[in-house]
C-alpha cells in the first residue's frame, strides 16, 4: 500500500468512529495500567512506614 493510500485508509476509517472491538480492548488496558500503578503507590506507601 502506498503512503497516500495507506494515509486516505486511516483518515476514512477515522472518519468511521472507533471501532466498538478496539474500544473494549483499550477499557481492559488501561484498568489493566490502573490496577498495577496503584498496586505499585500502596506497595511504595508500605515501604515508606
Do not use: H, W
Amino acid at each position: 500500500m502506498t503512503k497516500a493510500k495507506n494515509i486516505e485508509f486511516r483518515l476514512s476509517k477515522l472518519e468511521k468512529g472507533p471501532d466498538e472491538n478496539v474500544l473494549a480492548i483499550m477499557e481492559i488496558r488501561s484498568r489493566a495500567i490502573a490496577g498495577s500503578l496503584l498496586k505499585q503507590i500502596s506497595c511504595q506507601a508500605l515501604k515508606d512506614r
